[in-house]
């Protein structure tokens, strides 16, 4: 039996579910080729941020209903030597995952959405012939074939189609995830059990996540060539080794019990010269790979693969919009791992301060200025001219703003509901990039209102009925940027 769909998604992780969840959703003949994960799975940690995405995807009940345990925050011991306690804001909590059962749940859930599921077909071959991509797969014993106008690579770390040479990868220095099941019963005695366990350390840096109330998957990451590993030396003593050498891991483990055995995972950064191809996109990990510390894995995913399926819809329903739309995939995909890879260097270079040594040193400093290609928002709102200008703002009874003469507008692509369309952007004065949106705010949308409005009160009204709902602190933060940039002034 061979299928001819209008996209194929390669891969069921989270990015590859996602994808093919929302393009069955939106109308689409969807069919996911997928194997089991090799290995044994991975205990994750999900921030509570990631329930916006997964509302928006329509998977948020059923993760929530798959019995997880769920976290309160973060226990870190981070170049310093006290632990701090980090408690999710405004008492929210995070997933720590079995990366197993969690992938069943959203795999489950893109059929349930109306995508072709195989879950045991593994992808030999993508070729095109002329017309149509053309996947050859394995299932079972025997080779299948699937065409389809567009294919959506979500196969990992594995990167099928990078590997088949359609674009380059640029690695990071070496890292490994060495992982160990520790049990204690009848509870490990922590002061909140739910918490994921960061540490830095001389030799990298160590984590635990617990799975249930009486057991924790126990990581530390390391360089191999730092260690005797590279030698050959046997995993489960570099592991102990390791862990002998940290101080909140060591701390919480020796009472507890070890289960099973030690096994370890490639877990080196890298990105793909290009998340694009011809009718191709590289979602998830297939494009690219951040460091694990910032807990934004699945995270960027999921927005990856909302936002590849985002672009090939609009491909699909508008021909002449195909090109904008991957272009602006591309870019947003650079802009999400240039911010991370950015956040990593900081929480990097506060470790290299306390261990100076070859682990840190090779970390701390790369990507520190990488170019973020859009509106850096967190630079925004710790910017000195827009916070005088959110004070002036609340202090004000009435407003009375007027718009700058000169401000031009131009049309780019936006994601409005599942497509990419062509809508107006501020060119705001000493800002690299057009502006459109800063923390969900529409801020054509402001500018145009806030000259007809006497009190923050009113214009928040007007804003709302005319665009959409927005926590009050981000809308006036918005309104902040644009009286700062000079696109609006007190009159
Ligand atoms: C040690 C470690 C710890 C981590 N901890 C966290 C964490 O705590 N929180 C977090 O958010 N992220 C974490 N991550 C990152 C997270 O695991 C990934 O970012 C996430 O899994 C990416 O999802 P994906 O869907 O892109 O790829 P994957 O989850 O890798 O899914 C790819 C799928 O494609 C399938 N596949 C591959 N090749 C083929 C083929 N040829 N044919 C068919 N199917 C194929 C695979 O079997 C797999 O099912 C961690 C990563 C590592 C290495």
């Given at each position: 039996m061979s299928h001819d769909v209008d996209v194929i998604v390669i891969g069921g992780g989270p990015a590859g579910s996602t994808a093919a969840r929302l393009l069955a959703v939106w109308g689409h003949r969807a069919l996911l080729l997928t194997r089991p994960a090799p290995g044994p799975p991975l205990a994750e940690s999900l921030t509570p941020s990631c329930a916006r995405l997964l509302e928006q995807i329509g998977v948020l009940a059923a993760v929530n209903g798959a019995g997880f345990v769920r976290s309160t925050g973060h226990t870190v011991r981070w170049g310093t030597a006290d632990d701090r306690v980090e408690r999710f804001a405004g008492g929210t909590c995070g997933w720590q995952v079995s990366r197993d059962a969690f992938d069943r749940v959203l795999l489950n859930q893109a059929k349930v959405g109306g995508a072709l599921v195989h879950r045991h077909a593994s992808v030999r071959d993508v070729t095109h012939d002329g017309q149509r991509h053309v996947v050859q797969y394995e299932e079972r014993g025997h080779t299948r074939i699937a065409r389809a106008s567009w294919v959506v690579d979500?196969?990992?770390?594995?990167g099928f189609t990078s590997r088949q040479g359609s674009a380059r990868r640029i690695l990071g220095p070496r890292t490994t995830a060495i992982v160990g099941l520790w049990e204690q019963r009848p509870s490990w005695?922590?002061?909140?059990?739910?918490h994921t366990f960061v540490e830095s350390y001389r030799g990298g840096w160590a984590w635990s996540v617990p799975l249930s109330r009486i057991r924790r998957q126990v990581t530390v990451m390391l360089d191999p060539s730092r260690t005797e590993l590279a030698s050959g030396r046997r995993l489960r003593q570099t592991y102990r080794e390791e862990l002998a050498r940290t101080d909140l891991m060591r701390r919480i483990t020796p009472d507890a019990r070890f289960i099973g055995s030690v096994w370890a995972r490639d877990a080196t950064s890298y990105e793909c010269?290009?998340?694009?191809?011809v009718r191709l996109l590289a979602v998830g990990d297939a494009a690219s790979f951040v460091d694990p510390l910032s807990s934004f894995g699945v995270k960027k995913a999921l927005a990856s693969g909302w936002l590849g399926a985002v672009a090939v819809h609009s491909a699909l329903t508008e021909p002449a919009m195909e090109q904008a739309a991957v272009d602006f995939y591309v870019a947003r995909q650079l802009a999400m791992m240039t911010g991370l890879r950015r956040q990593f260097a900081v929480l990097a270079g506060e470790a290299r301060e306390a261990h100076p040594a070859g682990f840190w040193d090779d970390r701390a400093?790369?990507?520190?200025?990488?170019?973020?290609?859009?509106?850096d928002i967190g630079a925004l709102r710790t910017d000195t001219a827009v916070r005088a200008a959110f004070d002036a703002i609340r202090e004000?009874?009435?407003?009375?703003l007027a718009s700058v003469p000169g401000v031009e507008r131009e049309q780019r692509p936006a994601v409005a509901g599942n497509r990419v369309v062509l809508t107006e952007h501020l060119i705001v004065p000493g800002q690299s990039l057009p502006l459109r949106f800063v923390r969900n705010v529409d801020l054509v949308v402001l500018a145009r209102l806030a000259p007809s409005c006497d009190d923050v009160p009113q214009l928040f009204d007007a804003y709302v009925r005319a665009a959409a709902p927005v926590a009050l602190p981000d809308f006036i933060s918005a309104l902040a940027v644009l009286v700062a940039k000079g696109v609006l002034r007190f009159a």
């Open positions: 979500a196969s990992g770390r594995t005695g922590l002061a909140d059990e739910s010269a290009s998340s694009a191809g400093g790369r990507d520190a200025d990488a170019d973020l290609n859009e509106p004000r009874e009435c407003l009375q």
